[in-house]
């Protein structure tokens, strides 16, 4: 069983930047997929940044491009997303989410491969 924490969500003004944070434990996490994901109210949850096990390869949502950076770090358990130029339309609640993949791509929004949810940590922005 994975638990995924998720932490540094806030309020903040339009333009401005947050860091999330999201720690794993009960697995090895370099055989983890884990992404982020989001959800805003009365919408459907969508697929916000992905990083391979490594890393290095990464994707995003068209929406975020260029504005959002996501990142692991094996050695502490934890991935990060960096957000900045933030934006009225960002506000969600913000979901680490991860499977188990030893081998194999990591960069999908599949949400029916992600078996493990953090509680989720609100950002809200404010024009």
């Known amino acids: 069983q994975v638990h995924l924490v998720e932490s540094g969500g806030e309020s903040v003004q339009a333009g401005g930047s947050l860091r999330l944070s999201c720690t794993a434990s009960g697995d090895t996490y370099t055989a983890l997929c884990i992404s982020w994901f989001r959800q805003a109210p009365g919408k459907e949850r969508e697929g916000v940044a992905g990083?391979?096990?490594?890393?290095?390869?990464?994707t995003y949502a068209d929406s975020v491009k260029g504005r959002f950076t996501i990142y692991r770090d094996n050695s502490k358990n934890a991935l990060y997303l960096q957000m900045s130029s933030l934006q009225p339309e960002d506000t969600a609640q913000y979901y680490c989410?991860?499977?188990?993949?030893?081998?194999?791509?990591?960069?999908?929004?599949?949400?029916?491969?992600?078996?493990?949810w953090g509680q989720g940590t609100q950002v809200t922005v404010s024009s």
């Open positions: 989410a991860a499977f188990r993949r030893p081998s194999g791509s990591c960069l999908t929004f599949d949400e029916g491969l992600y078996r493990y």
């Open positions: 990083v391979s096990r490594a890393g290095i390869a990464t």
